[in-house]
């Protein structure tokens, strides 16, 4: 019988975070992960011969470089580039949208379209670039329980107070309002240009199963805003390698403390006794023991998959049952046996070396949301699209390319039925046909592609639904509430039982914060010195 000081269950990155820093403070830490390869949706795969797809995940702004530095993630393979920019798309293609990282050159491109947005422009980063200030002094924090009164608590709740206050009184009711607001009523305060708006508002839906015009998607923004690069408040990155190079530094850095991973190990069961977990057991039929069990999955599979429902305590399962964790990404990633050339976009390398927004109009977007309801995709999707090949040749053979389709919206359920391979392909058609109108003669460089559904993301990755935050970030669902009121301190209703991936505070995205926030409280409670670091702050 094997048994551990703590068993991590899921080698995604949030799972492979909270086992580096429990190996580091000493304890005997093993990963178990189902799939034969880690990194959860943080991960490269070789696809295609020669080809090197970040299948899920594929850029990085939000992963905190106090951990990066701390675990030395650069000595164990991670290289973090900022992309450059992107072009977003008018509906018929006739207007494209630039985006500079140089400031005077995103002015002067702004104001070609709309002198008065490119004005508003600042205000708008301003406000914003504010309100994620303070977000992001949470990240690396553990929420407070407001209906604690344990001093640690009152302190947090205190000091959560003293953020929000100082924000002064007019700033502090639009950023409650600003909470509650759609991101195009967001925007409809700044601009005035229907490209610049989508262009700005694509960040509010990207993920999320809310449409631009949804109440509360205006926080979404937030969350795609709050991270850095290289201390570039906002900025994202690629990573060199792929998203899979976070998964395996973070790996180096859990097995050069002594941890351990094992792949092809999929959790059947979490084993209770007593009213505590001490072990699970894997699809294989081993039993694994460890005096501390932690959930990497999220947490409807968790409590209503691996936990049996009759060892939870009355209401979990229900509210598990409940959770908000709708799917409404799919993902397509294809070969290209050259670089596309895209209708009215400068030859410039800092372009090419961006991203591509075929966003249309706020109604473009809507209209996709409604075929999300419908349970159908769209004809006219709302396509995100990176090439990291045009600056990192690791990832597709010599003069080719790898793109990366970020597609909204697709259902994890079809109102005609299943998905098939052939509904599926099928999806996959509406993206190459619809870059196609963009990029004339695209279909000719498609050498191959990986078409992915909530169906298929969920049934490999182990993501509910296909959610990529584990969960929606609504305002229901963040801070002390998420999961579940009461529960918002990484530790679970059974004892001896935690959570560390996304379904946690502070939710989705490449971060690492959930896992290290995990990881940090169970120390506490088994009184180990903390190995978790302080976040970084900025003063912009």
Known sequence: MSHYDAIIIGAGHNGLTAGAYLSKAGLRTLVVEKNDYIGGAAVTREVHDGWFYSSCSYVCSMMRQSIHRDLNLTRHGLLLVPYLGTANFSPNGDRVLLDYAEEEAAYLELRRHSPHDADAMSRFQADLGRYAQLIRKTLLRTPPDPSSFKPRDIMET??????????????????????????????????????????????????????????????????????????????????????????????????????????????????????????VALENGDELYADTIVSNLDAKRTFTKVVDKHDLPAGIYERAKNFKIRGSSGKVNIALSGMPKFNNVPDNRYINRGGQGFTGTLETMERAYDCWKRGRWSDDPFIETVIPSAWDPTVAPEGCHWMSCFVQYCPPTLADGEWSPEKRDAFGA?????????????????????????????????????????????????????????????????????????????????????????????LRDLKRPNTVPEDDFYDE
Not at 177 to 189: G, I, K, N, V
Not at 456 to 477: A, H, K, S, V, Y
């Open 158 to 279: 205190l000091w959560l107070a003293k953020q929000f206050w100082n924000l002064g009184e007019r700033e502090l009711y639009e950023y409650i309002r600003f909470f509650t607001m759609s991101a195009a009523d967001f925007l409809e305060d700044y601009f005035e240009n229907d490209l610049i708006k989508a262009a700005m508002a694509s960040p509010g839906i990207i993920g999320t199963a809310l449409g631009v015009y949804s109440p509360g998607s205006a926080y979404i923004l937030l969350h795609h805003v709050m991270g850095d690069v290289d201390g570039n408040v906002g900025a994202w990155g690629l990573a060199r390698g792929g998203m899979g190079a976070i998964s395996h530094a973070l790996a180096g850095a859990l097995q050069e403390n002594g941890g351990e991973i094992r792949t092809n190990a999929g959790v059947d069961k979490i084993i209770v006794k007593d009213g505590a977990t001490v072990g």
């Open 430 to 522: 509406t993206v190459i046909d619809k870059i196609e109108r963009y990029a004339p003669g695209f279909k000719d460089l498609v050498v191959h592609a990986e078409i992915r559904t909530p169906h298929e993301i969920e049934n490999e990755i182990g993501l509910t639904e296909g959610n990529i935050f584990q969960g929606e970030l609504t305002i229901d669902q963040l801070l002390f509430n998420r999961p579940f009121p009461g529960y918002g301190q990484y530790r679970m209703p059974l004892k001896n039982m935690y959570m560390c991936g996304s379904s946690t505070h502070p939710g989705g995205g490449v971060s690492s914060a959930c896992g290290a926030n995990a990881a940090r409280e169970i």
